[in-house]
């Protein structure tokens, strides 16, 4: 590895280390609460997703959706801090967290479920028990999560009982499409850790060495041939080969990257620290379509 090489390794690997640091704050008293209300945009993003055209943003400070320029419109009443979100493919969307400050409920949100695109949320599993930072779900339904509360992968076919998986520390994770290269009959999980993207065969049971050593912030693999990843410094990166190699496709506008969806081989919806961006062309370019405050 040449100099300049290892020292762009060692950025990206303390990026890295620092946002798995700031996201495994658990504050619900609301110290993690940005100051978005008082902006005009809320804070910062975890999630991002799409459902029949109209882009929902999870973030620190509720849910959003963009209205007319761009400017962040909440879904629903609630501000929640989303720390975990997902569109499943059955139109459903999934979340974990905390509540907004001053609630009454559990410090933890555990799973919970909105069959109204947000508008409201119906508590499914660990309530008070588990803070979800990485949701995604299989073909098959089968939902797999990163425990940021215990440091470890957990799977659920009914979104009520959970079976523990590997001990890892991790910042986000990625279910492999049915026919992705890598996947054993059981299919792949992949998560981004300080060492490198890891992937599991096993349904999350265990996780390999890193399968390169680029440092891998988010990943979202939209196909088969198309997985998609941010690296800490702000690139988006694309791999054919389930996450063995990478190639740069372009430089993410905004800054450092918050979240990452990928709806298609050609979709690709990015936050960043200030706003979500939208590509049509497989992340060569984007457009801004909502804002967001910039974090400190």
């Not at 660990?126 to 940021?148: I, K, N, P, Q, S």
């Not at 890193?210 to 410094?233: K, M, N, Q």
């Amino acid at each position: 590895m040449t100099p300049r090489r290892s020292a762009r390794s060692a950025a990206a690997v303390l990026a890295l280390a620092l946002a798995l640091t700031a996201c495994g704050t658990n504050d619900p008293g609301g110290s993690s609460h940005s100051d978005g209300a008082d902006t005009g945009a809320p804070g910062h993003v975890h999630g991002v997703g799409v459902l029949d055209g109209t882009l929902y943003v999870a973030t620190h400070d509720g849910l959003y959706s963009p209205g007319p320029e761009g400017r962040p419109v909440l879904v629903g009443e609630r501000r929640d801090d989303f720390m975990g979100f997902t569109v499943t493919p059955r139109g459903t969307f999934l979340a974990s967290g905390h509540p907004a400050p001053g609630g009454d409920g559990p410090a933890d949100l555990g799973l919970i479920e909105s069959t109204d695109r947000g508008v409201t949320w119906t508590p499914r599993s660990l309530e008070g028990e588990v803070d979800f930072h990485a949701l995604d779900t299989a073909a098959d339904a089968t939902v797999y999560g990163y425990d940021a509360t215990h440091g470890r992968l957990r799977v659920s076919r009914d979104k009520a009982a959970w079976r523990d998986g590997a001990a890892l520390r991790a910042l986000d994770i990625a279910v492999a499409p049915p026919g992705a290269p890598g996947a054993g009959p059981a299919g792949a999980v992949l998560a981004t850790t300080e060492q490198g993207v890891v992937r599991s065969t096993d349904g999350g049971r265990s996780f390999g060495a890193p399968l390169s050593d680029r440092v891998v912030a988010h990943v979202s693999w939209a196909a088969p041939d198309a997985l998609f990843g941010t690296a800490p410094e702000g690139t988006l990166l694309r791999s054919a080969d389930g996450g063995v190699s990478w190639t740069r496709v372009s430089r993410l506008p905004g800054g450092p990257p918050q979240a990452l969806t990928a709806v298609d081989a050609h979709r690709v919806l990015v936050a960043t620290r200030d706003g979500v961006y939208e590509s049509a062309d497989g992340g060569r370019t984007f457009a801004r379509r909502m804002a967001v405050a910039p974090a400190p």
